[in-house]
C-alpha cells in the first residue's frame, strides 16, 4: 500500500509560531558562551537538527506566532507567502519528525547538550562561571 503524503492538516501552524535564524556550527566556547547570552532572554530556544545522530544545523528561535493565521493556525495569505514559508518542506517540519530536532531551551539544557556532544571540558568550563541556578 503507497504511504500517505504528509500534510499539514493535523497540525494548527507550529512552523508559524516563531522566527528562525541560522546558526553557524559552534566551534569553540565562545561560541556556546554565546548560547548562554541567548537563552537567558524569554521567548528564545536553540533548535538544533539532528542527522544520523551528530548535530547538523544550528538555529536560533525566536516565538511569535505569525499575524496571518487563523483561528485553526491556517495561513490567510498562503498564495502570496513569502518565499521561507514556500521553502518550507512538510517532509522536513519538526511536526512530522520531532525525534530528528534537539531544543534547548535553558543554560542547563544546554550544557547537558554539550555533554553529550562530546564537549565536556568546554561545558565543565562555563559552568564553573554560572550561579548554581543556571547549571
Known amino acids: 500500500m503507497p504511504k500517505e503524503p504528509l500534510t499539514c492538516d493535523d497540525c494548527a501552524g507550529e512552523c ?10 559552534p566551534k569553540c566556547k565562545d561560541d556556546f558562551e554565546d548560547m548562554i547570552y541567548y537563552l537567558l532572554h524569554e521567548g528564545v530556544k536553540i533548535s538544533v537538527v539532528i542527522h544520523e545522530g551528530e548535530p547538523e544545523t544550528w538555529y536560533l528561535e525566536f516565538a511569535g506566532r505569525c499575524r496571518h493565521l487563523d483561528d485553526k493556525g491556517w495561513c490567510t495569505i498562503y498564495k502570496h507567502r513569502p518565499k521561507v514559508c514556500r521553502d518550507h518542506k512538510v517532509e522536513e517540519c519538526e511536526h512530522h519528525d520531532p525525534d530528528s ?18 564537549r565536556h571540558k568546554w561545558a565543565s568550563r562555563l559552568a564553573q562561571r554560572l550561579p548554581v541556578e543556571l547549571r
Open 16 to 25: 508559524c509560531s516563531y522566527v528562525a535564524v541560522e546558526l553557524e556550527k
Open 101 to 118: 530536532f534537539h531544543d534547548i531551551t535553558t543554560v542547563h539544557d544546554l550544557l547537558e547538550f554539550m555533554r553529550q556532544i562530546g
